[in-house]
């Protein structure tokens, strides 16, 4: 369904939000069964907006999207797969419009993933309230955290690429979920759904990035995962 349609609240270009039920997602090993949302350009499809550069309305200044061309993108996201799908769908005219408090009833109890593709604070934060005012949790992260207001820190995390970064956020009032190496004692801990933590855990079950709106308090840090991981350790070793 579509939950929402406006300019984005980055730059102002078209997009949308779409919101899919759990059966989409039960074959995801990290997250299970989740209710997932894309954040897309309503214009233009996936692959051309990353192309044109036009996916900055919804993923900002993110440098996991490269070089604003397609080249060197290091986003986990496979285009081919999730938001090509979902735009396909877009394009046939199958979803119906919902506005974001009655899918909240609908989605009511479940898991809520903001932001499968895109950032969150492309769009405005009512949409995300009113989704997850039923919710029985939800995770979201924001590259946008430096100029965002200190109520969106209660739903997103801020996605971080550097411990100085890291520090900063927490300096802000934020919680972090930092792409990198070796969690720092004390403030971090690694991703229990990661591979590298032997996926002792589903995102479903996990609940520990909500921002500052749930019970956990600690960071979490993960190791660059996805087809385009490379690039993230290439600027690393950089």
Known sequence: MIIWEGPSEIDGGPIMVIAVGTLASKANTKTGAMVQTYILRSDMGPFAAVQAGADASICGDCKHRGDGTGKQRSCY??????????????????????????????????????GTYGDPAAVPISVWEGLTANAEGWTGYTHQ???????????LMAS???????????????????VGTDPIENLEINCPASEEAGRKVQCIDCKAC??????????????AHGAGRKWVDEREAA
């Open 210 to 223: 909500m921002g500052t709106g749930g019970k956990a308090r600690v960071s979490i840090q993960i190791a």
């Open 77 to 114: 996201v496979t285009l081919i797969h999730g938001p090509r799908v979902i735009w396909d769908a877009f394009s046939r005219g199958i979803y119906r419009r919902v506005k974001p408090s009655v899918a909240g009833m609908m989605f009511a109890g479940q898991m809520i993933r903001l």
């Open 145 to 155: 955290w430096r100029s965002l207001n200190a109520a969106w820190s209660r739903l």
């Open 160 to 178: 971080v690429d550097t411990k100085d970064e890291m520090l900063e956020a927490i300096g802000r009032g934020w919680r972090t979920f930092r």
